[in-house]
T-cell receptor, first 111, second 117 residues
Framework: TQLLEQSPQFLSIQEGENLTVYCNSS?????LQWYRQEPGEGPVLLVT?????EVKKLKRLTFQFGDARKDSSLHITAAQPGDTGLYLC???????????FGAGTILRVKS | GAGVSQSPRYKVTKRGQDVALRCDPI?????LYWYRQALGQGPEFLTY????????KSGLPNDRFSAERPEGSISTLTIQRTEQRDSAMYRC???????????????FGPGTRLTVL
């Protein structure tokens, strides 16, 4: 059983389109992180959200943490081929505990 | 460099042999994690350390897998009597530049691709 459910599992879109990736759980997290992984590389941290309802923006990427701190979303505006990769959400229950990773969303942006 | 390093990057071994995978974390990082990752999937937790103490090894698949971090820096993941099903990408990550740092933001190494023939 996956503690963090990510959807969709795979997304193939055209350059310029918008998309949203979802990360859902029945558990409450003290923080939630989003990572991006390119082929042949390790995951790289994009952002950490901590407060329920928090919204963070990173250029064309918008991250939101649910009010109850059980879910999160990543929205990409005007996707570009360079956005292609595996997007991972990871939740932290409490300080000192391990991260729980979702299964990931594979994004392919075609030019 | 200043990042997490792992060695070897690729390891091919025969079934039944033992292998040792090494992780050199970012200097000063308190926590060190080992994961296994299938292609196109999220990392699967194996074990983690705070300093030299192994905090959680619940993700280790069986007793052929073990890990140590004797001086609180470099860590070794050892797989004894390897089997074909052990073939995977093994990743290491480190976090917490300070013991009091709250957020567990992880920095990943490039991984070791293990192939068991």
């Amino acid at each position: 059983t996956q503690l963090l459910e990510q959807s969709p599992q795979f997304l193939s879109i055209q350059e310029g389109e918008n998309l949203t990736v979802y990360c859902n759980s029945s558990s409450v997290f003290s923080s939630l992180q989003w990572y991006r992984q390119e082929p042949g590389e390790g995951p790289v941290l994009l952002v950490t959200v901590v407060t329920g309802g928090e919204v963070k923006k990173l250029k064309r990427l918008t991250f939101q943490f649910g009010d109850a701190r059980k879910d999160s979303s990543l929205h990409i505006t005007a996707a570009q081929p360079g956005d292609t990769g595996l997007y991972l959400c990871a939740g932290e229950w409490e300080y000192g505990n391990k991260l729980v990773f979702g299964a990931g969303t594979i994004l392919r942006v075609k030019s | 460099g200043a990042g997490v390093s792992q060695s070897p990057r690729y390891k091919v071994t025969k079934r039944g042999q033992d292998v040792a995978l090494r992780c050199d974390p970012i200097s000063g990082h308190v926590s060190l994690y080992w994961y296994r990752q299938a292609l196109g999937q999220g990392p699967e937790f194996l074990t983690y350390f705070n300093y030299e103490a192994q905090q959680d090894k619940s993700g280790l698949p069986n007793d052929r897998f073990s890990a140590e971090r004797p001086e609180g820096s470099i860590s070794t993941l050892t797989i004894q009597r390897t089997e074909q099903r052990d073939s995977a990408m093994y990743r290491c990550a480190s976090s917490r530049p300070l013991a009091g740092r709250v957020r567990n933001e992880q920095f990943f190494g490039p991984g070791t691709r293990l192939t068991v023939l």
